[in-house]
Nanobody, 123 residues
Framework: QVQLVESGGGLVQAGGSLRLSCAAS????????MGWFRQAPGKEREFVAA????????YYRESVTGRFTISRDNGKNTVYLQMNSLKLEDTAVYYC????????????????WGQGTQVTVSS
């Protein structure tokens, strides 16, 4: 069993930056691809970014490419999402997720989910 806990969310002005962290316990993350997802009020959950188990491959939704960076530190059992140049439309609850098969993220499926952290971007 893997427990995931997100942190680092908050209120930020448009154009600002935040770094989200996802700390895992219960099992090493080395075997898992990791992903970040988000869900805005009244909208479906959507994929944001993913990283392979060893960090060798990363993937992003088009709207965050060039602004967000996903990374991981397997030694610390932690995954990060650096978010720069934040926009109003980035406002959402952000969730991290773990799965042994990265392609499952395409279907918004994952073995394990965190509880989410709120990111609010103001004008």
């Amino acid at each position: 069993q893997v427990q995931l806990v997100e942190s680092g969310g908050g209120l930020v002005q448009a154009g600002g930056s935040l770094r989200l962290s996802c700390a895992a316990s219960g099992r090493t993350l080395r075997s898992y691809a990791m992903g970040w997802f988000r869900q805005a009020p009244g909208k479906e959950r959507e994929f944001v970014a993913a990283i392979s188990w060893n960090g060798g491959n990363t993937y992003y939704r088009e709207s965050v490419t060039g602004r967000f960076t996903i990374s991981r530190d397997n030694g610390k059992n932690t995954v990060y999402l650096q978010m720069n140049s934040l926009k109003l439309e980035d406002t959402a609850v952000y969730y991290c997720a773990a799965d042994t098969a990265l392609h499952n993220f395409d279907n918004l499926v994952a073995h394990y989910w965190g509880q989410g952290t709120q990111v609010t971007v103001s004008s």
